[in-house]
C-alpha cells in the first residue's frame, strides 16, 4: 500500500466546480491541485507529479483540448479526463486524438469522478505492470540465451581440457600422432582423420597415423580408382599451395574430385616454430559439415600436439645422449675382442630388415633396432677370463655368460627409460620350444621382437669368425636356420628371415 496520497489536478475556468471538486477530493485523502485555465495548469505539471488531470474545455488562454495535446508531448502516460458541457462527436473525436482517455459530461457527478478515477489509475497500474512484465520477459529471455551461452563454454572449457589432458598422457611421437586422429574423431565427430608429417624441402607428405572407417575405400575407388587416402594427400598439397590456413572446405565444389563421397573437409597444420611439421586433415561422409568451432578445436589440437612433439624431443634428446652413451660400452666391449666387433651393428640391421618383413610397425622398428644394439650390453657384467677366454667354456663359464640378458636388462631397467625395450633384451636368448633362458619362456610367450632378434643374433653369430672356429658359409648357416625352425626359432619369424636372405641378400648377410 502506498502511503503518500494520489496527486490530482483539476482545471477549469469555473471557481465554483474548482472548490466543490477539491472539497471533496481532499476528505477522500487526495492530493488536490486545482489551476485556473491550461497556461496555469502546465505550470503545476511541471512542479508537481500529478497522477491524473481533469480539465475543462472551454476555458481562456489555453483550452482543455490544447492542454490536453501538449501534455501528451511532455508526459505520454499522465492520463488526461475531459468534462464538457456540451458534448459533440467532433469533441469526442478530437478528444481522443489528443490522447484523451475519458471525458465526463458537466454537470460533473463526483462520485463519477472519482469513480473514473479510480478505473484510470487503476489501469494505468495495469499498464505500468505490463510494461514491467514485458521487460521482465526480455530479460527472462536474455538469461535464456545467457544460460545455453554458457553452457556452451563449460562445453568447450571441458573440450579444451579434455584434449590437454589426452596429450599429457601421451609420451611417444606415434602416441601423439594417434591422438590428434582420435580427437578428431571424438570431438569432431569426424568420419576420418588423417595424421601425416610433411616435408618442406620436397614437399612430401607422410601417413602416419590415421582411424578406420571402413567407409572410404571401396567407395573412392569404385569412383576415382584411388583410395581416400591418396586423395586425401594429393588434395592437402592443393592446399598448401594456395593461401588457407587452417583451410576449411564445407562443402566441396561440384566437379573436386572428391565431391560424391565428402560432405566436409578440413585440413589444419600443425607448426613447430612456425614451420609445418605436420598435417592433420578431417573429412565427413555424412551431413555433418565442419564449421569454424570445429577449426578451432582441431587448431587446439595441433597446437597442443606441436607442444607436446617438442617436449618428447627435449626427451628423445637427452634419450639419444643416454643410448649413446650405452652403445658406446658396447662399443668398448666388442672391440676387445677381435671377433665379436660390429657384432651389435649387424645384428641390429638383420633384424630391422626381418622386422621389416614381418610389417612390424615404426615403433616396433625403433624398439628393436635399440634392443638389437644393445642386446649384448649385459655383458659389462660378465669377468674377462671368461668372456675372451679363446677356447670353448666350461659348463660352469658358460652358466655365467648366461646371465648377461639378464644383467642387460637390469641396466636398461634401472634407466627408467625403455621398459618395452628392456623386455626385447632379456628374452633375447630364449628358444621357441622353451628350452632357452633366462625364463625358459615357450612359443608366442616369449615376445616377438625377441624371437626376431634371436634368429638376427644367431646368424651373425654362425657367419662370423670365433675364436674357437671359423665362420661357417652364408648357405650352411640358412640351412642350420632353417632346420632349427620351430624347435630353437619362431616359424614365422625363420619365413620372414629366409624372405630376406633369399632376396636382397647384402654381402654381409
Ligand atoms: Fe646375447
Not at 252 to 271: E, Y
Not at 303 to 320: G, H, V
Not at 338 to 352: E, F, M, P, Q
Request: net charge negative; proline share 3%.
Amino acid at each position: 500500500m502506498r502511503k503518500d496520497p494520489i496527486k490530482v489536478l483539476i482545471v477549469d475556468d469555473e471557481e465554483g466546480i474548482l472548490d466543490v471538486a477539491e472539497g471533496y477530493f481532499q476528505k477522500k485523502g487526495y492530493q488536490v491541485y486545482t489551476a485556473p485555465n491550461g497556461v496555469e495548469a502546465l505550470e503545476v505539471l511541471e512542479r508537481v507529479n500529478i497522477e491524473c488531470l481533469f480539465t475543462d474545455i472551454n476555458m481562456p488562454m489555453m483550452d482543455g483540448l490544447e492542454l490536453a495535446e501538449k501534455v501528451r508531448q511532455i508526459e505520454s502516460t499522465l492520463p488526461v479526463v475531459v468534462m464538457t458541457g456540451f458534448p459533440s462527436l467532433e469533441n469526442s473525436i478530437q478528444t481522443l486524438k489528443n490522447g484523451v482517455v475519458d471525458y465526463l459530461i458537466k454537470p460533473v457527478n463526483l462520485e463519477q469522478m472519482e469513480l473514473t478515477l479510480k478505473r484510470i489509475l487503476r489501469e494505468r497500474e495495469l499498464f505500468v505492470e505490463n510494461l514491467i512484465l514485458k521487460e521482465e520477459m526480455g530479460r527472462q529471455e536474455r538469461l535464456k540465451q545467457l544460460n545455453v551461452e554458457l553452457l556452451d563454454r563449460i562445453e568447450e572449457v571441458n573440450t579444451l581440457n579434455r584434449i590437454m589432458e589426452d596429450f599429457s598422457n601421451t609420451d611417444s611421437s606415434y602416441g601423439i600422432f594417434n591422438k590428434v586422429v582420435d580427437l578428431g574423431v571424438d570431438e569432431l565427430k569426424a568420419d576420418k582423420v588423417f595424421f601425416h608429417i610433411y616435408s618442406d624441402q620436397d614437399r612430401s607428405l607422410v601417413q602416419v597415423a590415421s582411424n578406420d572407417c571402413g567407409i572410404e575405400d571401396e567407395q573412392t575407388r569404385n569412383l576415382y580408382g584411388s583410395d581416400l587416402s591418396e586423395l586425401a594427400s594429393a588434395f592437402i598439397l592443393d592446399i598448401l599451395d594456395g593461401e588457407h590456413n587452417p583451410c576449411l572446405i564445407s562443402e566441396p565444389r561440384k566437379n573436386d574430385r572428391i565431391d560424391d563421397v565428402v560432405h566436409s573437409l578440413m585440413v589444419v597444420p600443425l607448426k613447430i616454430r612456425d614451420k609445418t611439421f605436420g598435417i592433420a586433415s578431417a573429412f565427413s561422409f555424412n551431413e555433418k559439415l565442419f564449421d569454424e568451432k570445429d577449426i578451432y578445436y582441431m587448431s587446439f589440437i595441433t597446437q597442443k600436439a606441436a607442444s607436446a612433439i617438442e617436449n618428447i624431443a627435449l626427451y628423445e634428446n637427452i634419450y639419444d645422449n643416454l643410448f649413446s652413451t650405452l652403445y658406446a660400452f658396447v662399443t668398448a666391449l666388442e672391440v676387445r675382442d677381435l671377433y665379436t666387433r660390429k657384432h651389435s651393428t649387424r645384428v641390429a640391421k638383420y633384424a630391422d630388415m626381418i622386422a621389416a618383413e614381418m610389417g612390424c610397425t615404426e615403433e616396433e622398428m625403433d624398439i628393436i633396432n635399440f634392443a638389437g644394439s644393445l642386446h649384448d650390453i649385459g655383458k659389462i657384467g660378465i669377468r674377462d677370463d671368461i668372456l675372451l677366454k679363446p677356447g670353448r667354456l666350461t659348463d660352469e663359464e658358460y652358466e655365467k655368460i648366461k646371465e648377461h640378458p639378464d644383467i642387460g636388462a637390469d641396466i636398461i631397467s634401472k634407466l627408467g627409460l625403455w621398459d618395452r625395450e628392456m623386455e626385447i633384451i632379456r628374452h633375447h636368448h630364449e628358444r621357441y620350444d622353451g628350452t632357452g633362458y633366462p625364463d625358459g619362456l615357450k612359443g608366442e610367450n616369449i615376445p616377438k621382437l625377441s624371437r626376431i632378434l634371436c634368429v638376427a643374433d644367431s646368424f651373425d653369430a654362425m657367419a662370423s669368425d670365433r675364436a674357437y672356429r671359423k665362420k661357417m658359409e652364408k648357405r650352411e648357416v640358412i640351412k642350420i636356420i632353417r632346420e632349427n625352425s620351430g624347435t630353437q626359432f619362431d616359424p614365422k619369424v625363420v619365413n620372414a628371415f629366409l624372405n630376406v636372405a633369399n632376396q636382397d641378400l647384402p654381402d654381409d648377410f
